[in-house]
């Protein structure tokens, strides 16, 4: 069973749109939700992370929101642009674990 | 700066065969992690290290065994391979810190076919 649960597991989003990438948790102990960002042939790289503290994170066009209570978060991507075509994984930890747990994976596709 | 190195970058091996995937990193962190990644069900963990001389289980350890001899390096090895353990393995790594959240850092991944 998945402890993170992700969608949608594909997203076609024009130029300059918004894309936005949800996933769900249940294990109330996790408390760092990071983002990662994956390129064809490469590993993952950290894109952006939340700590439960506060509701929203933004750096530069990524934003992610966070509801605790819901245990729910979500990555957007403001102004999308080809060069953001990549798969996006959300993950949850443990504060002070090493132990990651990511969900499914979204692939994006920004058209020009 | 290298980061972390993977080899080889893809193999094809038959069934019932053994390998090892090698893993290096030249950041000298403390914490290193092998996953597999497959379509639908993202990045799995397969076994950790918190410091050389210490290894755990994750999500997915069976089939799989690892040793940390050193700082720098953590073999992944498949006794008796089976098809199943098709997949793509990635290794990182992260500066473990007490009461810090920390950066994993992952390699360019090994793509392993098992006919």
């Known amino acids: 069973q998945q402890q993170v649960k992700q969608s949608p597991q594909s997203l076609i989003v024009q130029k300059g749109g918004i894309s936005i990438i949800n996933c769900a948790y249940e294990?109330?102990?996790?408390?760092?939700f990071p983002w990662y960002q994956q390129f064809p042939g490469k590993g993952p790289a950290l894109l952006i992370a939340?700590?439960?503290?506060?509701s929203e994170k933004k750096e530069g066009r990524f934003t992610i929101s966070f509801n605790k209570s819901a245990k729910q978060f979500s990555l957007h991507i403001m102004d999308s642009q080809p060069g953001d075509s990549a798969t996006y994984f959300c993950?949850?930890?443990?504060?002070?674990?090493?132990?990651?747990?990511f969900g499914s994976g979204t692939k994006l596709n920004v058209k020009p | 700066t290298a980061g972390i190195t993977q080899a080889p970058t893809s193999q094809i091996l038959a069934a019932g065969r053994s390998m090892t995937l090698r893993c290096t990193q030249d950041?000298?962190?403390?914490?290193m992690y092998w996953y597999r990644q497959d379509l639908g069900l993202g990045l799995r963990l397969i076994h950790y290290?918190?410091?050389?001389?210490?290894?755990g289980k994750g999500e997915v350890p069976d089939g799989y065994s690892v040793s940390r001899a050193n700082t720098d390096d953590f073999p992944l090895t498949l006794a008796s391979a089976v098809p199943s353990q098709t997949s793509v393995y990635f290794c990182?790594?992260?500066?473990?810190?007490?009461?810090?959240?920390?950066?994993?850092?992952f390699g360019p991944g090994t793509r392993l076919t098992v006919l």
């Open positions: 990182a790594s992260s500066e473990r810190q007490r009461f810090s959240y920390n950066e994993q850092f």
């Open positions: 294990n109330t102990a996790f408390d760092y």
């Open positions: 939340i700590r439960p503290d506060v």
């Open positions: 993950a949850a930890s443990e504060y002070n674990f090493n132990k990651f747990y």
């Open positions: 950041m000298r962190h403390n914490a």
């Open positions: 290290s918190n410091t050389a001389g210490t290894t």
